[in-house]
C-alpha cells in the first residue's frame, strides 16, 4: 500500500545543473500535482495533469517542465536549477471522480537545495 | 494572486481550549474546501473537508463552518491537544488544488 513515491527524499545541486524529482502513484489516479513548499510558505502548485498526456501549468512554473506518459508516473523536470528553486517539492495525486472522492494524497517530499 | 486567504499565520492555545482558523476565498466556481494537516518533515494529510451545499461537518473534535455567501469557511478544533499542534491548510478545489498560506498551531500545556 505505498500510495504516492517520491525519491529522491534529499538532495542538493549546484547551480546551473539539472535533475528531475520522479514520484509514482499506485492508486490509479488521473490527478496529479506538483507543489513546491518554502519554508513557513503554503503550497504553491508548480504544474499540473488531468490524465496521460496531459499537462496544466500552475501558479509557479518558471524553471520547471513535466510530463505525463503513463497514469503511474509524473515527474517534474528541473533545468538549470537556481537558489530560488531551493524549496520542498510534493507531488500528490487524486481521483478524477470528484463526485464522490477528491482527497489528495501527497509523497513524504522532496528536500531541494541549490547551492 | 491569492485565490484562498487563511489567518492566523500562527495561533498558540492553551490544552483543552478552542482553535480556530479562517479562511476566504474568491472563485465561486471552487466546489469542494479540505483542510490539511501537516507535521514537521511530512507530506499533508487530509484531516475533513466540506462541499458547498452544508453549513458544517463534524468529524469528532474538527468542525468546519461554512458560509457560502460570505465566500469564508473554518476549521474548529475542540478540546486542543498537544498532538494537535501543526501546520493546518485550508484549500479549495475545482479541478486543481488551491491552498491558503497555513496556520502554525502550537498547543501548550
Known amino acids: 500500500n505505498a500510495g504516492v513515491t517520491q525519491t529522491p527524499k534529499f538532495r542538493i545541486l549546484k547551480i546551473g545543473q539539472s535533475m528531475t524529482l520522479q514520484c509514482t502513484q499506485d492508486?490509479?489516479?488521473?490527478?496529479m500535482y506538483w507543489y513546491r513548499q518554502d519554508p513557513g510558505m503554503g503550497l504553491k502548485l508548480i504544474y499540473y495533469s488531468v490524465g496521460a498526456g496531459i499537462t496544466d501549468k500552475g501558479e509557479v512554473p518558471n524553471g520547471y517542465n513535466v510530463s505525463r506518459s503513463t497514469t503511474e508516473d509524473f515527474p517534474l523536470r528541473l533545468e538549470l536549477a537556481a537558489p530560488s528553486q531551493t524549496s520542498v517539492y510534493f507531488c500528490?495525486?487524486?481521483?478524477?471522480?470528484?463526485?464522490?472522492?477528491?482527497?489528495?494524497?501527497f509523497g513524504q517530499g522532496t528536500r531541494l537545495t541549490v547551492v | 494572486q491569492q485565490q484562498v486567504k487563511q489567518s492566523p499565520q500562527s495561533l498558540i492555545v492553551q490544552k483543552g481550549g478552542i482553535s480556530i482558523i479562517n479562511c476566504a476565498y474568491e472563485n465561486t466556481a471552487f466546489d469542494y474546501f479540505p483542510w490539511y494537516q501537516q507535521f514537521p518533515g511530512k507530506g499533508p494529510a487530509l484531516l475533513i473537508a466540506?462541499?458547498?451545499?452544508?453549513s458544517e461537518k463534524k468529524e469528532g473534535r474538527f468542525t468546519i463552518s461554512f458560509n457560502k455567501s460570505a465566500k469564508q469557511f473554518s476549521l474548529h478544533i475542540m478540546d486542543s491537544q498537544p498532538g494537535d499542534s501543526a501546520t493546518y491548510f485550508c484549500?479549495?478545489?475545482?479541478?486543481?488544488?488551491?491552498f491558503g498560506t497555513g496556520t502554525r498551531l502550537t498547543i501548550i500545556p
Open positions: 484549500a479549495a478545489n475545482n479541478e486543481k488544488l488551491t
Open positions: 466540506i462541499r458547498p451545499d452544508v
Open positions: 500528490a495525486s487524486s481521483s478524477s471522480d470528484r463526485a464522490v472522492n477528491t482527497e489528495a494524497f
Open positions: 492508486m490509479n489516479h488521473n490527478y
